[in-house]
């Protein structure tokens, strides 16, 4: 299976950076030192890069996998994916009411 991931475009990450900076619940959060449209922009790219590997990867070999070793070295795989996720779900402050969660 393979994906376009969408956020690799640099062109359509700095666009939709361009455009989030617009946004004042967005630009509230932002920082002398960083905007919090490009770090939405780049934690959703990251995320984009987990759940395909997720998607692709490791669920496809999970369902096919028969020793117990493969099969506990990519519950692993997908509990590092998962650890990925959540860090780069709770990193923009703008989703900081996620942290209740």
């Avoid at 002398?32 to 890069?49: F, T």
């Avoid at 987990?50 to 997908?78: C, G, Q, V, W």
Wanted: aromatic letters at 8%; a negative charge.
């Amino acid at each position: 299976m393979t994906v376009e991931l969408t956020l690799a475009n640099p062109e359509v990450r700095q666009a939709l950076v361009t455009r989030l900076a617009r946004v004042e619940a967005v630009s509230k959060y932002d920082r002398p030192d960083e905007s919090q449209a490009s770090a939405i922009v780049y934690n959703l790219s990251e995320l984009e890069e987990s759940f395909t590997r997720f998607l692709a990867e490791i669920l496809p070999a999970l369902t096919t996998a028969a020793e117990e070793a493969k099969l506990l070295d990519l519950l692993h795989d997908a509990g590092e994916e998962f650890r990925h996720i959540l860090f780069h779900i709770r990193d923009p402050k703008y989703y900081g009411y996620l942290a209740e969660l």
